[in-house]
């Protein structure tokens, strides 16, 4: 088992940055790739970006390339979603997520195994 805590999210103006971070525990040996994916009221969860837990090759939605980063610090079990010139668009709840099985690009949700309990980000105008 793996358990995942997002924390960061919060309300910020448009333009403005925030950084989420996850924290993983438990069989973290067992991570592949560890993504961010987002959901807006009444729509489907999206993916936001992906990295490999090693080797840390990364990969971003087209919405958000640019403007996010993501970032991993294996020691810590840590991965830092860095939120930039964040949008009205980019409100939603944002979840972290760990992939076990060896993918080579995981973006889509039914990919990934672990989710953590999400975190809401709301980017005002």
């Known amino acids: 088992q793996v358990q995942l805590v997002e924390s960061g999210g919060g309300l910020v103006q448009a333009g403005g940055s925030l950084r989420l971070s996850c924290v993983a525990s438990?069989?973290?040996?067992?991570?592949?790739?560890m993504g961010w994916f987002r959901q807006a009221p009444g729509k489907e969860r999206e993916f936001v970006a992906a990295i490999r837990w090693s080797g840390g090759r990364t990969y971003y939605a087209d919405s958000v390339k640019g403007r996010f980063t993501l970032s991993r610090d294996n020691a810590k079990n840590t991965v830092n979603l860095q939120m930039n010139i964040l949008k009205p668009g980019d409100t939603a709840v944002y979840y972290c997520a760990a992939a076990t099985t060896p993918i080579v690009q995981a973006l889509h949700p039914s990919q990934y195994n672990y989710w953590g309990q999400g975190t809401q980000v709301t980017v005002s105008s």
């Open positions: 438990g069989r973290t040996f067992s991570i592949y790739t």
